[in-house]
């Protein structure tokens, strides 16, 4: 498979304070890839890193160009970036959320949220409720809907699971790998939950104090030995 996105030797940080070390990662047109570590690895600077919402150097490649370091650049290249904590906007109705996934695009709404019913049908129910009295599972549903809203080439997920019961934590995952296979919807998802993310993925890193400690085949990285002791769990 054709690269799709491509990081070399990036490195981030925050004024005087380095995140990251040199990453290198690559992402396949069609591919989900998982990226594992503890709090503070990098992972969410990573993300970060790739859309522009933070000081970076060294190569990002989208498609075979170089990524401007600014997020309404970035996300009209085909990349949608679904925040740690949901990022909905709470006062906000369901729809007024699902039209600001689409500002970088022009004309009528109404296929595209045709086809966002299509995974997550309780929107049309609640398309008049204001997002902040939702629960925490209906937000982060409505805050992939709002990406997938974007039409994007390349999900960036950032700790969906979090804070989600273990059944909804599978049908988000569930939802992921059906945009993947029915759209064709590449996915960069950076995730503590390291079972269900090493079931979701082809490849797979490890992160630790913003470098990259280990990367393969996720079936490989279920199998390694530092991944099952520090990941999960045996």
Do not use: C
Not at 21 to 32: D, F, H, N, P, S
Not at 117 to 145: C, D, H, I, K, V
Not at 179 to 189: F, I, K, R
Not at 200 to 213: C, K, S
């Amino acid at each position: 498979m054709a690269a799709l996105l491509e990081l070399t030797d990036v490195e981030a940080r925050y004024g005087p304070v380095q995140a990251l070390y040199g990453v290198t990662l690559t992402v396949a047109e069609g591919e989900i890839v998982a990226v594992l570590g503890a709090n503070g690895a990098g992972k969410t600077t990573m993300l970060r890193a790739i859309s522009g919402t933070v000081e970076r150097s060294g190569a990002v490649t989208f498609a075979g160009k170089a990524v401007p370091g600014v997020p309404e650049a970035v996300a009209s290249l085909g990349v949608a970036h679904v925040p740690e904590g949901r990022g909905t906007f709470a006062e906000l109705t369901v729809w007024e959320n699902l039209r600001l996934g689409a500002y970088t695009r022009r004309g009528a709404l109404k296929d595209d949220f045709a086809r966002v019913q299509q995974y997550f049908p309780w929107l049309e129910r609640r398309r008049s409720q204001q997002a902040g009295t939702l629960s925490g599972g209906e937000q982060q549903m409505l805050a992939l809907a709002r990406a997938f809203m974007q039409r994007p080439r390349l999900l960036l997920l950032d700790e969906p699971s979090l804070g989600l019961a273990p059944i909804l934590v599978s049908e988000v995952f569930r939802i992921v790998r059906e945009l993947n296979e029915q759209e064709g919807v590449s996915v960069l998802v950076v995730e503590q939950n390291a079972h269900i993310a090493l079931q979701a993925a082809e490849n797979a890193y490890v992160l630790e104090v913003g470098r990259v400690a280990l990367s393969g085949p996720a079936v490989d990285l279920q199998r390694h030995e530092s991944v099952r002791k520090s990941y999960l769990g045996y």
